[in-house]
């Protein structure tokens, strides 16, 4: 079974935030829960929200992809910096064939208010996991909710059925708290996209 | 294929080698060659008790000795020097010992008072005794003698067939028949085991022998 | 010459097979080419063969084919990451609409490669070699013993016929974890190869260090060692004739004052003179 927490991301795992006002953000990379900031390093990383975007719904996407640095031990973005517009979103994950680096989070702040923090994720923020192994995972939003994603082994499928598949991310929406649909089913190799249409500090995990 | 003729293994012992076990024999268990009663000292580590013989109606005993030199062996072929005596001849497969018997007497010795003999007080301490010896020289021949040991061994002797005393006269016959017996007795003690004739090289099943010819005893076996 | 003992050719071939039993090594060593770390383990040991007696002034006990064979457990131990590239997946991309926010396209997931691999092989071998004896007496202290010292002889171990059942374990245990990755099926086969490959170029240098270290390693061998003699025929030079009875009785001793050996009629003999 994958290791699956929205608190601890990994490679398998992505993280989208909306930016719905113009401004000049700056967020660290984490690895502790909350409330321990003042004990982690304090290196920002700048997006520069421009106010020329294009309406809600129609923004641009913007990766920034973090490499892990064995030395420093700590995931270095690429970009460092990023320049956006109103309604663009960020997109961060790992790429990294390091199978030890540990699970990470993402918080950012403007004008020293905390504005997006992946360990609570906000309204229209994303979750994405690629399942590599089959299993039945059992989920809770919350720590309230329940939900379940079957995944089934690519083993059994031929080549292109399981391409087919996998050219498909479904779409779970998270709304007070409840997954929709609380039951879906995969093969490995798909990811799973939580979005949550409606809530603060949402979390995702498995239930052990 | 001489020596050993198909079989594994082949071992022979020289008569001289025989002869110096003997030797080592005679140095290291002497009782094996000396004999007394008390009075020659019989009973120690080095001599073995005989007991008196008693004489019939004389109501004591005589105290004697018996020591036999060291023995020596020849295997067939007999030896340039050897003086066996007839009717002994050294034939195929056999051996002949040779050796020198010393018997002594204490003679004229009251050695012992017995119930209801006649018995001379005054004369009680009184004794001269005269040590009277008479050597006796042996001629014997054999042949070599094989016996199960154990599974996996043997002891190889030596047993004598015939036997000569020479120099008793009428008693001849008498101790030619004391003596027989007395020299397979020795010649049973000095038995080997197969294991010892291959000198402990490696271990022998016997299957052919023992055979005494060219000086030799000799055995054939397998090696296990 | 007090005794005599006499060995025929079968017989020295029984004295030899017993010696050929105690015969037998044990070694280890491990090296590196590039990404692969091979350890090896050998194990040899002696035995059939036919004596022939060779007559003195030679005086040469001559071992015809005698088998030499053992097993070499060898270890090959590879990381999958120095020799693959990294591999990210899916190999397309994947985007979803989401409301409020848009067409949103999920990142790939770059795959680690397993902590390295260890692949056991066993590797049998056998060959058959003659190899000439010279015979001699040595004083041993508390024994005699007539000894065999070998010739120089020569010796060649082939493991280059192994290298078809090394190939086919490492690419059935490669195969095996690959098809444990999604996404990748069209392209196992070639991943496989590329393992392969790198094996290829140093395949031939590992089987050649291998077949080396076998080959000294029988070498070690007392037996085939040329400057240590090995006792064939073993006499101690106290013989106890009789043994002890209680005081009256001591142990009878014959001791061997000389050991003459030499071969003859293609018997070895052995020649005693007792003290």
């Given amino acids: ?208 | ?224 | 010459m007090d005794a005599t003992i006499a060995v025929s050719e079968g017989g020295a071939n029984q004295l030899m097979q017993k010696l050929l039993a105690g015969e037998s090594i044990s070694k280890s060593d491990s090296a590196s080419w590039g990404p692969f770390t091979v350890g090896y383990n050998v194990n040899v040991a002696l035995s059939g063969g036919t004596i022939e007696l060779v007559d003195a002034p030679l005086n040469i006990v001559r071992l015809h084919n005698l088998n030499i064979a053992g097993n070499v457990g060898v270890f090959f131990t590879f990381d999958l990451g120095q020799i693959l590239p990294k591999i990210c997946i899916p190999p397309f991309q994947v985007c979803v609409d989401i409301p409020f926010i848009g067409t949103v396209c999920t990142p790939q997931v770059c795959i680690p490669w397993p902590p390295p691999i260890t692949i056991p092989i066993n590797l049998p071998f056998s060959v058959n070699v003659s190899a000439d004896f010279g015979l001699s007496v040595k004083d041993a202290g508390s024994n005699w013993e007539v000894d065999l010292l070998v010739f120089p002889f020569s010796l060649f171990i082939d493991l280059s016929p192994m290298a078809g059942a090394i190939i086919n374990q490492i690419e059935t245990t490669v195969d095996g974890i690959l098809n444990g990755i999604p996404l990748i099926g069209g392209l196992i086969a070639w991943l496989v190869n590329m393992v392969l490959g790198a094996l290829s170029g140093v395949l031939s240098a590992i089987l050649s260090t291998i077949s080396s270290f076998i080959h000294d390693v029988i070498l070690l061998l007392d037996l085939f060692s040329p400057t240590i003699p090995v006792p064939l025929l073993t006499f101690a030079k106290t013989q106890a004739m009789l043994p002890a009875g209680g005081p009256p009785d001591p142990e009878v001793d014959i001791t061997i004052a000389a050991l003459g050996a030499t071969i003859n009629d293609h018997e070895l003999v052995a020649t005693a003179d007792f003290a």
């Fill in chain 1, 1 to 208: 079974m994958d290791f699956l927490n929205s608190q601890q991301l990994t490679y398998q795992d992505g993280y989208l935030h909306v930016f719905r006002s113009p401004g000049i953000y700056e967020y660290r990379i984490l690895f502790l829960p909350p409330g321990y900031e003042n004990s982690e390093s304090d290196t920002r990383y700048t997006i520069n929200v421009g106010k020329d975007g294009s309406e809600a719904g129609k923004g641009s996407q913007h990766d920034v992809v973090l490499h892990w640095n064995a030395d420093q031990h700590a995931y270095l973005p690429d970009p460092e910096s990023v320049t956006a517009q109103v309604h663009d979103y960020v997109l961060w994950h790992v790429e990294t064939d390091t199978p030890a680096a540990p699970p990470y989070s993402i918080r950012g702040e403007s004008d020293a208010r905390t504005v997006f923090d992946s360990r609570g994720m906000g309204q229209h923020d994303v979750l994405t996991h690629m399942f590599l192994l089959p299993g039945e995972y059992h989920y809770r939003v919350n720590n309230k909710a329940e939900g379940v994603v079957l995944v089934a082994s690519h083993k059994n499928l031929p080549y292109e059925v399981h391409a087919e598949r996998a050219s498909k991310a479904p779409l779970v929406h998270i709304a007070g708290g409840i997954p929709n649909p609380e039951s879906i089913e995969i093969v490995t190799g798909q990811t799973i996209v939580w979005f949550v249409e409606k809530g603060e500090h949402v979390t995702v995990s498995l239930i052990k």
């Fill in chain 2, 1 to 224: 294929m001489a020596l050993t003729a198909g079989h594994a293994a082949y071992a022979a012992l020289h008569e001289d080698g025989l002869n110096k076990f003997i030797r080592n024999v005679y140095l290291v268990r002497p009782h094996y060659f000396h004999y007394a009663t008390s009075l020659f000292g019989g009973g120690s580590t080095s001599i073995d008790l005989l007991s008196p013989i008693d004489v019939p109606g004389l109501g004591s005993v005589i105290q004697y000795s018996i020591a036999i030199s060291q023995p020596v062996i020849d295997f067939v072929p007999e030896d340039a020097g050897s003086t066996l005596p007839a009717p002994l001849t050294l034939g195929l497969d056999q051996f002949s010992i040779t050796a020198e018997v010393q018997f002594c007497i204490a003679c004229g010795l009251i050695d012992k008072r017995k119930p209801g003999t006649f018995f001379n007080e005054d004369r009680a301490s009184e004794w001269s005794p005269k040590r009277l010896c008479t050597v006796l020289h042996l001629w014997a021949v054999g042949h070599p003698t094989v016996e199960p040991l154990s599974m996996t061994d043997k002891l190889i002797g030596l047993q004598i067939d015939q036997i000569v005393v020479k120099n008793i006269c009428d008693l001849e016959q008498i101790v030619e028949c004391i003596a027989k017996d007395m020299v397979n007795a020795l010649l049973a003690k000095l038995q080997q085991k197969v294991s010892e004739l291959v000198l402990g090289a490696f271990g022998l099943m016997l299957a052919a022998g023992p055979e005494i010819s060219d000086d030799q005893l000799k055995i054939w076996g397998d090696i296990v």
